[in-house]
T-cell receptor, first 110, second 119 residues
Framework: GDSVTQMEGPVTLSEEAFLTINCTYT??????LFWYVQYPGEGLQLLLK?????DKGSNKGFEATYRKETTSFHLEKGSVQVSDSAVYFC?????????FGSGTKLNVKP | DAGITQSPRHKVTETGTPVTLRCHQT?????MYWYRQDPGHGLRLIHY???????DKGEVSDGYSVSRSKTEDFLLTLESATSSQTSVYFC??????????????????FGAGSRLTVL
């Protein structure tokens, strides 16, 4: 069946460091892929999405490219800020449901 | 998110009592979902709805029921709350169902969550 696997956290970085959070997926067909972000005490918010192979989603300095050949959708940011501290979820829209990774907590230190 | 309102945001109750959580949307989206979020389990789907009076079970539906009598409201009921149902509950909506390829209208929009503690 469909599934999403993302790297476990927490990930701790200093401000202005480069961020990568790995996400790989298993799916039949051609799913849409998403990154959601959850700030403390809040619901998940869509960060970016990609709907087909080779699409690059981007928002707020974050990027992820839909790689069908490696079944990956890694999240990257060139220079993180303290305000980026949150939990990040990779997700896919499968045949009949949404699938979420377990979440990766990011801590950014000043 | 202003398009989705969950109530109550926090509730403490005792084992065996009934509890109803409400999700209200102003986006006129057809699809609505209830998830629970627990440490170590991520997000798990409880029930979902694909239209008024049309609902179906998710992966952890035991002990929960839902109702949707209007497009904008989706109610989650715990008939007799247990301590294992202590969790944060999230409502979500989408314009189209999962698997619909194309415009990305199958994006999920989440509410702020309802924290339930069952003593």
């Amino acid at each position: 069946g469909d599934s999403v696997t993302q790297m476990e956290g927490p990930v701790t970085l200093s401000e202005e460091a480069f961020l990568t959070i790995n996400c790989t997926y298993t799916a039949t067909g051609y799913p849409s892929l998403f990154w959601y972000v959850q700030y403390p005490g809040e619901g998940l918010q869509l960060l970016l999405k990609a709907t087909k192979a080779d699409d690059k989603g981007s928002n707020k300095g974050f990027e992820a490219t839909y790689r069908k050949e490696t079944t990956s959708f890694h999240l990257e940011k060139g220079s993180v800020q303290v305000s980026d501290s949150a939990v990040y979820f990779c997700a896919l829209s499968g045949f009949n449901k949404f699938y979420f990774g377990s979440g990766t907590k990011l801590n950014v230190k000043p | 998110d202003a398009g989705i309102t969950q109530s109550p945001r926090h509730k403490v109750t005792e084992t065996g009592t009934p509890v109803t959580l409400r999700c209200h949307q102003t986006e006129n989206h057809r699809y609505m979902y209830w998830y629970r979020q627990d440490p170590g389990h991520g997000l798990r789907l409880i029930h979902y709805s694909y239209g008024v009076k049309d609902t179906d079970k998710g992966e952890v539906s035991d002990g929960y029921s839902v109702s949707r009598s209007k497009t904008e409201d989706f109610l989650l009921t715990l008939e007799s709350a247990t301590s294992s149902q202590t969790s944060v509950y999230f409502c979500a909506i989408s314009e189209s169902p999962p698997g619909r390829v194309g415009s990305g209208a199958n994006v999920l929009t989440f509410g702020a969550g309802s924290r339930l503690t069952v003593l």
